[in-house]
């Protein structure tokens, strides 16, 4: 019993140190490329949904989930926070989901095994180790109520009718929904009717990749130029992906509707803290004109700027501050900028997907 004990305490010490080797020699797997081994998925997956069905089982499931203006606000928001990871039916993977592990589920499967008491709590509260956010902390439980009645909806859905189905949502929520990008709060008609708007409700997000000081940001420096009156132009040989992300924000600040048809892809996807505008005829009739009159009022002052490149792909994500006066109310905002570009080709990087939003400066 005695020499049990013993080999037992041995190998005990034994897990240990190896434990203590695979993590400080660097060993531990890190990497979001490498499927976890079976044993490991079946534990986390067991772990989770154990986990999920017991803190959601006293939630109180609304009546009326399927009213029709439930569904379609879902639709709306899931349009604006959910289709770039979770695959609506009939559209392609992003870049973003395809580089995720563990892979997110595509939209007509997030609701296969779930009730809508587990749905819910799994959009509240997010999943830790994985890519999904808890949209609890600034969103109210009706947006979120809104997506799990979508969701339900969407288990029928083909390719035709979930377009449909997006269409009658940004048709019945998307005039005045106050985009928080560039106005701020209270700045601009609509603003305060915002589904997704909270006070002090600030986009920020952690990148590592190429970062830009301030002063050495093309964005930043072309538009501090610019809107100080000095004389620049853009040299098309210079088109980077920064380059880009320069143009696009002096295009706006200047008015300049023409320089900016020429940055995004025909469809870009553009997302404004809730709001979805597909294509650029589609936002130059919606809030171009807003964009751009509020950004000829104020001054904007670079913070940072992250490029990512990937084969024919690019990442950039900015900050700035924007602070000045508009239509006679001040404002001092934290906005953030993600741009998604491809490579045309001629060469030349597009815009495909722009997701603007900001916050009140602290």
Request: charged residues 20%; aromatic residues 6%; contains cysteine.
């Amino acid at each position: 019993m005695k020499n049990a004990l013993i080999g037992l305490l041995i190998a005990a010490l034994s897990a240990g140190i190896l434990v203590l080797l695979i993590i400080f020699g660097g060993w531990f797997p890190v990497s979001a490329t490498a499927p976890e081994p079976p044993l490991v998925q079946n534990l986390i997956h067991t772990a989770y949904e154990k986990a999920v069905a017991r803190q959601s089982k006293d939630l109180t499931i609304p009546s009326d989930l399927d009213d029709e203006t439930r569904v379609l606000r879902g639709a709306y928001n899931f349009q604006a926070m959910c289709s770039l990871c979770h695959t609506p039916p009939g559209a392609e993977r992003s870049v973003q989901a395809q580089g995720m592990n563990p892979s997110p589920p595509a939209l007509q499967d997030l609701l296969a095994d779930r009730t809508p008491a587990e749905a819910f709590w799994v959009i509240d509260n997010g999943v830790r180790m994985t890519a999904m956010p808890a949209f609890g902390p600034t969103h109210e439980d009706e947006e979120l109520w809104a997506l799990v009645a979508f969701l339900q909806d969407a288990r029928a859905q083909n390719a035709d009718g979930y377009r449909v189905l997006v269409s009658q949502a940004r048709q019945r929520f998307s005039a005045g929904d106050g985009h928080g990008h560039s106005h701020g709060e209270g700045s601009a008609p609509g603003f305060e009717d915002s589904p997704h708007h909270k006070e002090d409700d600030e986009t920020d997000h952690d990148h590592t990749g190429h970062t830009h000081e301030p002063d050495e940001s093309p964005t930043g420096s072309d538009h501090h130029r610019q809107r100080s009156g000095a004389h620049h132009t853009h040299q098309h040989e210079a088109a980077t992906p920064a380059n880009v992300s320069a143009r696009l924000s002096h295009a706006l600040s200047e008015g300049d509707a023409s320089a900016l048809q020429d940055l995004p892809a025909a469809d870009v996807l553009i997302f404004e803290s809730g709001g979805v505008e597909d294509g650029f005829e589609d936002y130059a009739g919606h809030h171009m004109p807003a964009d751009m009159a509020f950004l000829r009022q104020v001054q904007r002052e670079p913070l940072a700027q992250t490029v990512f490149e990937f084969g024919e792909h690019a990442l950039v994500a900015s900050r700035a501050r924007l602070s000045g006066e508009f239509q006679e109310r001040p404002v001092d905002l934290i906005s953030t900028e993600t741009l998604l570009l491809k490579r045309a080709d001629n060469g030349e990087w597009r815009v495909q997907h722009i997701h603007w939003s900001s916050g009140e400066a602290h």
